[in-house]
């Protein structure tokens, strides 16, 4: 019996096997299921591991944050002093911990409001002008953070320019403006205490649209010339140090189309690039991204993407919606027709890594008032978006809470926001051709703002991306893999130190999140926080280190 128990069938032998190979398969696929899962967990953690905070009043000014990355943070403002027809501005320096390393003030001419600010090879560059008037002063402060000193410059340009760009090379400041209608480069020695206007560029039927310093101590111009739908160009100029021109590239925008926005790459690839955005005619909503790389020796052909090609761009429409709109572009697209979507879309920056290029843009909802427009030519599409090219937090110049160096343009008064409506970023990847290689999104939450701030931003690591944006009270978070595809997404609150304190409020106005330096984000704004333990109240200004493993 014991003998006959033994000898079972081949065929239920074979079944078994089976069956036990069964379960190793799911058990295998279930572990790998479960590693897949924790490696895409524990690649987006998020950590606070630092906050700084310091007491606010409702009649303070608000702080204006500029990023050294791995040395720290700047934080200035204006604090209402005045002694013998100044006034003085607080500036505190921060180390990447988020430590008070530097506290000094600087005393500012009265009449003098801040254009901009630059960070560059230790120092931090703060610049001072008094308003629209013929001879105005423009007041630059040096600050070197390592020898804890700071040194002013004061001068007055011969020629009346409207600012619109500012940054520093060496020991160059470069001023990018109008003067009249037309663009020009104004260069400021900070050794030896003198302007000059760079010969060249002062010329009629060309828009001046970025400025932007190299990583090799020269700088790049982008104009665009001609102002009919016929014969338009993209011009882009590279100068060394001194404002000699070493490089010219004109480069042709197809017939019917208008470049409205434009950003160059810094050269730390070999490769320089320009991405903005394009559009048919003369409408102040962009059609697409386009994109081209730089070269002088050949004729180069310009990329052009409308939104519907994008893969993500939509995806802040619900999913029929985005469906009809793709397939519409591709009907409209397959008999030789214009796309008919378009969107306001604002560039924020372009990174370079060892693959190639991202570019970061906004999309916006905009609604105007007193749109009066005395540009002689039309709508003018290079200030036709009221807050200028640069963007908001990215550029150096702008800041709606003291002045806007905007306002006027040089074409006469744009249409005034009532309201901006925050919709989604838009984050691109570009080959070192310059050609669209994927491209991913994150939809924003209800923000509505008064005027064009910068709220998201993004950083890539361990083969993922970290896109986050902030509202009133919570950091969005979402992690994507190269094409797009979401692996994580939640929301997290700014912590506090004391864990006997909770948030009251916090203010909706001037808040945001900030890439800063490696796999570390900045979130800052306003909050009432309570002490539950004292029983008592106080506001802060807050600035909380935000680490992604």
């Known amino acids: 019996m014991r003998h006959l128990r033994l000898q079972i069938p081949n065929y239920k032998l074979e079944i078994a096997h089976c069956v036990l190979l069964g379960v190793k398969f799911v058990i295998c696929n279930l572990k790998f299921v479960i590693l897949v899962f924790l490696s895409f967990n524990l690649s987006a953690q998020i950590s606070q591991p630092a906050r700084y905070e310091h007491a606010h009043k409702n009649n303070d000014h608000e702080f204006i944050i500029i990023s050294m990355g791995e040395q720290g943070l700047a934080l200035m403002r204006d604090i209402e002093k005045y002694e013998n027809g100044k006034k003085d501005w607080e500036v505190i ?327 901006i409506r925050m919709i989604s970023s838009s984050l691109l990847f570009f080959d070192t051709q310059g050609k669209l290689v994927s491209d991913q999104s994150l939809k924003f939450p209800e923000i509505k703002l008064s005027s064009k701030e910068q709220i998201s931003d993004f950083i890539t690591h361990n083969g993922f991306t970290t896109m986050v944006s902030k509202d009133e009270k919570e950091i969005q978070v979402k992690v994507n893999e190269k094409d797009g595809t979401t692996v994580k997404e939640e929301k997290v609150k700014p912590e506090l130190k004391n864990p006997n304190e909770t948030i009251r409020s916090e203010s909706d106005d001037n808040t945001g999140i900030r890439a800063w330096f490696g796999q570390y984000f900045y979130v800052y704004g306003y909050q009432a926080v309570r002490d539950n333990v004292k029983k008592t109240s106080h506001d802060v200004f807050y600035i909380n280190k935000v680490k992604v493993d």
Do not use: C
């Not at 105005?136 to 070197?144: D, H």
């Not at 409207?162 to 480069?185: C, R």
């Not at 470049?259 to 730390?268: D, K, M, P, R, T």
């Open 93 to 419: 320096f921060l180390d990447s911990a988020l430590q008070e390393i530097w506290s000094t003030k600087i005393a500012v001419q009265q009449r003098m409001n801040i254009l901009g600010h630059e960070y560059r090879d230790g120092n931090v560059y703060l610049v001072f002008q008094e308003p629209e008037s013929a001879g105005r002063s423009v007041g630059i402060f040096e600050l070197n953070l390592r020898d804890q000193l700071f040194k002013e410059h004061l001068f007055k340009p011969e020629l009346s320019i409207h600012f619109t760009q500012f940054s520093v090379l060496k020991t160059k400041a470069i001023f990018g403006g109008y003067i009249n209608k037309e663009p020009a480069l104004l260069q400021y020695d900070l050794n030896e205490e003198k302007a000059r206007i760079i010969p060249g560029v002062f010329q009629p039927n060309v828009d001046l649209v970025d400025v932007r310093v190299n990583s090799n101590e020269t700088f790049n111009m982008l104009l665009v010339e001609g102002r009919s739908n016929k014969s338009k160009k993209l011009i882009a100029r590279t100068f060394d140090a001194n404002g000699v021109m070493l490089v010219e590239d004109a480069i042709a925008i197809e017939e019917g189309k208008t470049v409205l926005e434009a950003i160059s790459s810094s050269l730390i690839r070999d490769e320089l690039i320009i991405i903005g955005t394009w559009t048919y005619g003369s409408t102040k909503q962009a059609a697409g991204i386009f994109s081209v790389v730089v070269d002088p020796f050949h004729e180069q052909k310009v990329n052009y993407y409308d939104f519907a090609l994008l893969n993500h761009f939509l995806d802040y429409f619900k999913p029929k919606r985005a469906a009809k709109i793709k397939a519409k572009a591709d009907w409209r697209r397959s008999v030789g027709k214009p796309p008919e979507f378009r969107a306001y879309l604002s560039g924020i920056k372009i990174e370079e890594t060892k693959d190639g290029f991202s570019f970061l843009g906004e999309v916006y909802e905009a609604s105007y008032y007193n749109s009066r427009n005395s540009y002689p030519y039309g709508s003018n599409p290079y200030y036709s978006n009221p807050y200028g090219f640069y963007p908001y937090g990215f550029s150096p110049m702008p800041y709606r809470y003291y002045n806007n160096p905007y306002y006027p343009t040089p074409y006469g008064s744009p249409a005034q926001v009532a309201e």
